[in-house]
Nanobody
């Protein structure tokens, strides 16, 4: 079955960095758009970043542009999110997921991981 397993979350001080990883199995990873989504305390789940399967073009939510970088390694079935200059408002559970795009908006696809907690202290 499809498995997406996130790792790399933790507690970090503001302005610090973390790198999230997602190991994918049970699907043809290179054939899927992939994304990171997050849900903060008391908030709805939101899109963070996405990367296409075809030309690996990337998209970002406005608040993370210039701070976060999404990348993928199709040979290793891995997805990454490099997060720099972290802010307390980045605190959330981060989910790796397949993604789809409609009307220029990215949506969580059919598969997602269990999530990894990122906590940024001020």
């Amino acid at each position: 079955q499809v498995q997406l397993v996130e790792s790399g979350g933790g507690l970090v001080q503001a302005e610090g960095s973390l790198r999230l990883s997602c190991a994918a199995s049970g699907l043809t990873f290179s054939g899927y758009h992939m994304g990171w989504f997050r849900q903060g305390p008391g908030k709805e789940r939101e899109f963070v970043a996405a990367i296409t399967y075809s030309d690996e073009s990337t998209s970002y939510e406005d608040s993370v542009k210039g701070r976060f970088t999404i990348s993928r390694d199709n040979a290793k079935n891995m997805l990454y999110l490099q997060m720099n200059s972290l802010k307390p408002e980045d605190t959330a559970v981060y989910y790796c997921a397949t993604a789809s795009r409609r009307g220029g908006i990215w949506y969580l696809g059919n598969y997602r991981g269990q999530g990894t907690q990122v906590t940024v202290s001020s």
